[in-house]
């Protein structure tokens, strides 16, 4: 079956910097759109951003500026660099990615186990 494997999250201070990666393996005949989305603790789910297959991306109005999503496709991956990280980034990421199976040809939304991204004042 299909996975994403998250890494690169930990501890930073604040003004910091940081890079997340996930990478895409198993059965996958095609990925179409990557994200990345966040959960701090008490709050819902939100989206940080979203990148096509051919490079679109967009964002939050809260990491709007501060944050790049990219993806490789020949390496199966995506990366969110966070910039300039406040206290309030403070949350568990996850990554997502909208991918068609082999043989099934079928496309279905995967999500990483999540990553935690702490942000010290």
């Known amino acids: 079956q299909v996975q994403l494997v998250e890494s690169g999250g930990g501890l930073v201070q604040a003004g910091g910097s940081l890079r997340l990666s996930c990478a895409a393996s198993?059965?996958?005949?095609?990925?179409?759109?990557m994200a990345w989305y966040r959960q701090a603790p008490g709050k819902e789910r939100e989206l940080v951003g979203r990148?096509?297959?051919?490079?679109?991306?967009n964002y939050a109005d809260s990491v709007k500026g501060r944050f790049t999503i990219s993806r490789d496709n020949a390496k199966k991956t995506v990366y969110l660099q966070m910039s300039s990280l406040k206290p309030e980034d403070t949350a568990v990421y996850y990554c997502?990615?909208?991918?068609?199976?082999?043989?099934?040809?079928?496309?279905?939304?995967?999500w990483g186990q999540g990553t935690q991204v702490t942000v010290s004042s």
């Open positions: 997502n990615a909208k991918i068609v199976v082999r043989l099934a040809l079928t496309e279905y939304d995967y």
């Open positions: 198993g059965s996958i005949f095609r990925i179409n759109a």
């Open positions: 990148i096509s297959t051919g490079g679109s991306a």
